[in-house]
């Protein structure tokens, strides 16, 4: 593993070296998929993307938790929170890398 993560900019350049646009009209097309997923996240849309995975927003009630240096009991206040669920396919995908190391 190489552990470098994967920018925008990195899409973006994926983008005009696969598909032919240029550079700029790769650069919105990545930024529009982005909004448009974001969009529908923050307002409570579960988002699916086949053979990839599905990005769901859960709300979490309040709870009390510990400060773990002091002990102290704090609350914890209530927040939504994203969850990505990977595809069967993405997590076989994934596995099959290992076999190749």
């Known amino acids: 593993m190489s552990g470098k993560t ?9 983008v005009y ?7 700029t009209e790769s650069a919105d097309l990545v930024e529009q998929v ?15 993307l086949s053979s990839f995975g599905s990005f769901l927003v859960r709300s979490k009630g309040e709870r009390i938790g510990r400060n773990p240096k ?22 076989q995908k994934i596995n099959e890398s290992l076999v190749g190391e």
């Open 70 to 91: 002091t002990g102290e009991e704090v609350p914890i206040s209530p927040r939504r929170v994203m969850v990505f669920r990977p595809s069967n396919v993405l997590k």
């Open 34 to 48: 982005l909004s448009e997923i974001s969009d529908c996240l923050v307002s409570g849309e579960a988002v699916k």
């Open 17 to 23: 070296q696969k598909v032919g646009l240029s550079r």
């Open 6 to 14: 994967v920018t925008r900019a990195d899409l973006c350049e994926a």
